[in-house]
């Protein structure tokens, strides 16, 4: 028997371009923003690791706007 996974990931776009990703897998949705070495955490759903996201950009920053790829 194989176990296979299904990976999905959200490019997260400021108006200057990528400001991080957010990957679906089996752990939940993790948060990478960008230029970052480690991930921010990993979140219970996908509407939890958007606010996640947002509140780690500078402040009065545009909502990102996610792409899945």
């Given amino acids: 028997m194989t176990e296979?996974?299904?990976?999905?990931?959200?490019?997260?776009?400021?108006p200057a371009g990528v400001v991080g990703t957010i990957q679906k897998d089996g752990e939940g949705y993790t948060v990478h923003m960008a230029g970052?070495?480690?991930?921010?955490g990993t979140y219970p759903s996908m509407d939890i690791a958007k606010r996640a996201l947002q509140s780690h950009l500078k402040p009065g920053a545009e909502p990102a706007q996610y792409r899945e790829h």
């Fill in 4 to 14: 296979t996974s299904t990976r999905r990931l959200w490019v997260a776009y400021g």
């Fill in 36 to 40: 970052a070495d480690a991930a921010l």
